[in-house]
Each structure stands twice: as structure tokens, then as C-alpha cells.
């Protein structure tokens, strides 16, 4: 089948792009399942998770000390109380706390009837089973009332959270044990072209080394995606077909490096329209113009062109978008980065133009992002020295120095 002679989106800019790619991968959100929470962590949650009850549940101590009624603390100089007896974290016998008594206490023991403070134990100086303590402390300090943290009924976490280390925490104080979220994503990973030889193997004349498959493969594993499997085609359209419609069989989605551009071996485009579809062929991006896009039955097809560069710049701008959407993350809360360029940045073309560049912050609290030297599209060392891609928009020829842009941060920045 002739590539000409099929309806795509072509030529569209890195927005159209987006909302293209975004629009077909909510027609592909993904089952959801239960797991254990244990294996929750960078998993998106299915469902609103609402607190169950109100956390913590009883008033307790934030601290080791003393717990005993406001009322008793002295206004100036100094008060003695009487010490009646102690409860610690998990004890449930405290004594009641009448007037002018106290009981010791430590870190999230329950606060006794009777108690609505806690003095520190540095603060006052046993003597016996009595304790004295100085004017200035304050009523109702050191405790956590009941539902200081959520309260019952509270919406905790939304639909859409990737959850974090933390928010496992949240849900296990909930008591949750197991989780609704949604399924993984299964992908195949195909790098093709005849010069590629696994790492570990010496080169021949012309050969490379297939970095491809470490770059996107590791992408995909930040981002939480199964790699079902890696496969190395080479340069021939009968492999490439059988591999293809395999990995469309095996996968939720096909990530291919190579082979999309315009040359004598680039098979992809016209592969893509014979076994599926094409929704989208190059975008006014640099790198990464010839980026390809569709579906082989009910996988979706994302073809990365080979160069390093281009490669990792359309996974983090065009592919992360699609596996955002297929887990129904709620990408509502994050952050559009910005920072400021220490110097002019000029442009011919009216692309789109990712930058390797590095991030910065000065005594100001000034963020600033500047430009690497190595720009190739084919020099891994641009992105590897690289904390974020800068994103110089398609209509901007001239960004005077000091001007803001915005970046995508790389994978790893922290
Ligand atoms: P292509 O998109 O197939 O025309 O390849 C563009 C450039 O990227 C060529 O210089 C290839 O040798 C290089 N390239 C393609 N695939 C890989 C890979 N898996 N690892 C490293 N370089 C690659
Ligand atoms: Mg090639």
C-alpha cells in the first residue's frame, strides 16, 4: 500500500500533535486490578480513595513527656503535681487525670481521660512522684486530637494519583492492604536497522552499537511500563511485518526506533498503513520531525526515529502523553517548568526544538536553564550530560537572554 494514499494528520506542530496522540489513547485506558498495596508504589490509584475513619482515631501524645489538665500549668513561678501513673504508645490503662495530677507519657500513647496537655519531659524535673514545672507552658501543647490528619469521610487521594511513597503510607494508615489500580502497560520494544549490534559484542566496520534499546527501555521502565520483550530487526520489510504484527499481538503498545524517515530502508510508514493505520506522520519538531504514530489492530504503534536524541526527546513529548492517558493519570496537578536562559538563543527553522540543557539556581532563587554545546541529534553525551530539554517554541526565531521557556525535566532530576 502506497503511504501517500492514506488519510493521516501530517506536518502538525508539537501541540496538535499532542491533543492527537491523547485523543486515540483514551479510546485505549486500560482494565483496572487489585494488588497487594506492597506493590503499589508508582501505580495509579483506580478509584477516590476517601478516609475510612478519622486518622489519627484517639487524641494522643506528640510527645515523650508529661500529660495533665491545662488548667494546672502555673501563670509564673512554678507548680507541683502528682505523678499517678504512665501509659505508654500502644497501652490502653491510663489512670484518670484529676486536678493537680499527671501521668507519663510518650510519642502516640493515648492522651488519659482528663489530660488536654503534654509538657515535655525536658521541660519539668522529677522529684519523686511529684513533678515541677515553670510558668509559660501552654494549654492544649504537645497533643494530636482525633482526625488531625484526615478525618473520616475526607477525600484522600483522587482517582488518577500515581502514588507516591508517601501516599502508600496514607493508604496502609487507612489499613488498606490491597489496592484498585489500573493495569500496567505491556510493551514491545523493536530497534531496527542493519548497523546495530548488542552491546558486548565487538563492532564490525559501519556497525553501532544498539544504545536504543537501553535509552527507550529504560524510559519505559521509569515511566512504569512491562517491556514484554525487546526484539533487534534488521533493515527487511517481511521481518519487520511479521515483528510488527507479533508485537500488536503481545503488547498494549509497540515502541520501534528507526526506519521512519524518508531513506531507501526506512519501512515503517508503509508497513504501518499495509498491517494497521497511521494517525500521524512527522510533526514540526527538531529532533524527531519524522515521528510516526498509529495502530496495528488493537496496539498502539509509536516509531521513534533512530537517532539517540530524537528517540528520547519524542518519548518524553509525544509517547509519555498517550501512557499518561491509557493509566488515566490525572496529569492536572503537574507543573509546567520554567527558567530563565543566561543568554540569547537564535532559530531558523519553525519547528519546535528541544535543547539539551542543564539547570541551575542561583543565590537569588533565579532558576536558570542553558543550552549544552552538543546539540547533534545522533550525541547521547547532550542528553546525558543534560538535566532537562529545553523547549524553544516553533513561532520564536529570537529569545533574548533573561527570557523564560519552559523545559521538560529528564528523568532522574531530583
Ligand atoms: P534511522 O532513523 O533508522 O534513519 O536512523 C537514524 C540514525 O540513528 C542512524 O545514524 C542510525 O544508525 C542511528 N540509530 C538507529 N537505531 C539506533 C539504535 N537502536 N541505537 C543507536 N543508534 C541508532
Ligand atoms: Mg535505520
Known sequence: ?????TAYATGVSLQQARELIIAVAAEHRLPTEIVALETALHR????????????????NSAMDGFALRGADLPQSGECALQLIGQIFAGGDNAPL???????RITTGAPLPHGADSVVIKESVRVDGDRIWINAGEKPGANTRPAGEDYRGGDLALR???LLSAAQLGTLASFGCDTIAVTRRIRAVLLTTGDELVPAGVPLGFGQIHDSNRFSLGGLLRTFGVELVRHEHLRDDPALLRTALLRAARDADIVLSSGGVSAGEADYLPSLLAEIGHIHLWKVRIKPGMPFLF????EALVFSLP???VSGIATFLSLVRPALDTMLGINTSARKTWRARLPSAIQK??????????????????????TPLVKQGSAML???SDADVLLIVPEDKHELAQGSVVEFLPLPGLA
Open 348 to 369: 531558523r527553522h519553525s519547528r519546535s526544538e528541544f535543547l539539551r540543557a542543564t539547570l541551575t539556581c542561583d543565590e537569588n532563587g533565579t532558576l536558570w536553564v
Open 97 to 103: 487525670v484529676g486536678v493537680g495530677e499527671c501521668v
Open 306 to 308: 533512530g537517532n539517540p
Open 44 to 59: 495509579v490509584l483506580a478509584a477516590d480513595m476517601h478516609a475510612p475513619f478519622d486518622v489519627p482515631g484517639f487524641a
Open 1 to 5: 500500500m502506497n503511504v501517500e494514499q
Open 159 to 161: 482517582a488518577g494519583t
Open 294 to 297: 498509529g495502530r496495528i489492530g
Open 381 to 383: 553525551r547532550g542528553v
